[in-house]
């Protein structure tokens, strides 16, 4: 016993001396680290006054601390920025949903603009410009070594004002010039009709009006149809859209899950976390979901997606998407400016982060890319075709009531309709195709 007494004694006696023993050179280590910061802050002092005063051109103070600012937040990561006044303006009227511009959402990579996604309807979209390409040069200016927010302001420019930007394209040997005119680009949150008995709503960003918009088109959608009895399922199209707000796509998730977890996000401090729930009530009433999804789905829309996907909702259908998997804080300060900071991660309900990985699709379509001369040479192929109906003097079929043959007559032109959709949409098409099958599976139920 006394043994056990002593080497518990001689223990924590150790233990007292090791903490005194290292408790010098800790405190001396912890001294030395804000000495080097003291210093490096005096380095650049004197580096803002030099410049200041020796640079050949006279030089504006407040851009070089902006400048300065800006630089060590963009050496962070691709989405940390500063925000001066004007920016920090253009960026509240944007999440309201009207503001002017090219219409596409893009990031830095290898030092080039590429794009995440053109929106839906701008001059960007009508100009052909597609999720992954590259802005190599603008108005023949190269981009390269520029800052994401130097870049973004030279495409910036009057309302009807042309600008040329040089495009990298995946699968095309050269680069090419592409001439948009700059507009007022009005952002309408969800477009909703209707393909058969289905109900289609793309979502083209995360804005102030996104949950309202669909709320209301759903709800007209299904009325259109005669209630949600006649519906089959809902598409969500999240296709090209680049995200937005956090709360938004919590509840664009919430309003097709009756709880569970939507997502989660962890900051460097456990203190910072915070998990999001879903509350009772299903806008779709249980009907089947087809989620569409590509490469230019980024951020919100990942966060819709995996949230429905890991909750069994919704099939997600089409290619993998952008892989942003993190929060930015927009934080206001002094002067109206703000700065932009990635504080967290998100998870999706079962734990995934998709940061540089992506949502993965249950079901992979490519979108074919359209080959003109293959179109027009498919038109000459086409013929009409015979069948049994056109045969003269064929036997016709009695045993079919009107009401039957009425029914048939509808199916087709349902069926045809489908058929055409491929050629304009193939995802789209094929999303309504699995939502048909689902539905047919859960009224055999």
């Known amino acids: 016993m006394r043994s056990f007494m002593l080497a518990t004694v001689g223990g924590a006696l150790a233990g007292v001396l090791l903490s005194t023993q290292l408790a010098g050179p800790l405190l001396a280590q912890e001294q030395d680290s804000k000495r080097s910061v003291y210093e490096q802050l005096d380095l650049f002092g004197d580096i803002f006054e030099r410049i200041r005063a020796q640079y050949v051109e006279e030089v504006d103070e407040g851009d070089l ?10 050496s962070l990561d691709p989405h940390s920025s500063f ?67 130097e870049a973004v302001d030279l495409m910036r420019g009057p309302v009807g004002s ?47 009006q996104t949950y309202p918009n669909l709320e209301s088109g759903l709800q007209e959608a299904v009325a259109e149809l005669g209630g949600i009895d006649n519906v089959s399922g809902f598409v969500l199209d999240l296709r090209n859209n680049p995200g937005g707000l956090l709360t938004q796509a919590i509840r664009v998730s919430d309003a097709f899950l009756n709880a569970g977890e939507i997502v989660s996000t962890r900051g460097r401090d456990l203190a ?24 230019g789905s980024a951020s919100a829309s990942e966060i819709v997606a995996g949230a429905l996907q890991d909750h069994h909702r919704a099939v997600v259908v089409g290619t993998k998407s952008f892989g942003k998997g993190s ?10 400016g ?24 249950d079901i992979i379509v490519e979108q074919p890319r359209r080959d003109p001369d293959a179109e027009a040479d498919e038109a000459e192929d086409q013929r009409p075709s015979r069948t049994e109906a056109d045969l003269r003097g064929s036997l016709s079929n009695t045993d079919v009531s009107d009401d039957e043959l009425r029914q048939l007559e509808e199916d087709e032109a349902r069926a045809r309709a489908t058929a055409e959709l491929r050629e304009e949409d193939y995802q789209l098409a094929y999303a309504i195709d699995i939502l048909n099958g689902l539905s047919v599976l859960s009224n055999a139920d």
């Open 83 to 149: 925000l001066s006044p004007e920016d920090a303006s253009d960026m509240r009227v944007q999440t309201r949903g009207e503001f002017g511009g090219l219409g596409i959402e893009v990031t830095q990579e290898n030092g080039f603009v590429k794009v995440v996604s053109p929106i839906d309807g701008t001059p960007a979209d009508e100009a052909g410009i597609e999720a992954g390409d590259f802005i190599t040069h603008v108005d023949g200016e190269p981009v390269l070594g520029m800052t994401l927010d």
């Open 272 to 295: 910072d976390s915070d998990r999001y729930n879903a509350a009772e009530g299903d806008l779709a009433e249980g009907k089947p979901i087809v989620v569409l999804i590509n490469g």
């Open 338 to 361: 703000a700065m932009r900071l990635t504080t967290a991660r998100y998870y999706t309900p079962s734990g995934r982060s998709i940061q540089a990985l992506g949502v993965a699709p």
């Open 327 to 336: 929060v930015q804080t927009v934080m206001p300060l002094r002067g109206d």
């Open 162 to 208: 042309d600008i040329i930007i040089t495009v990298v394209r995946e699968g095309d040997t050269e680069p090419f010039d592409v001439t948009i005119t700059r507009d007022t680009i009005k952002l309408t949150a969800v477009r909703t009709r209707t393909e058969g008995d289905a109900v289609i709503l793309r979502v083209t960003t995360f804005n102030d």
């Open 65 to 74: 601390i902006e400048a300065a600012i800006n630089g060590m937040l963009t």
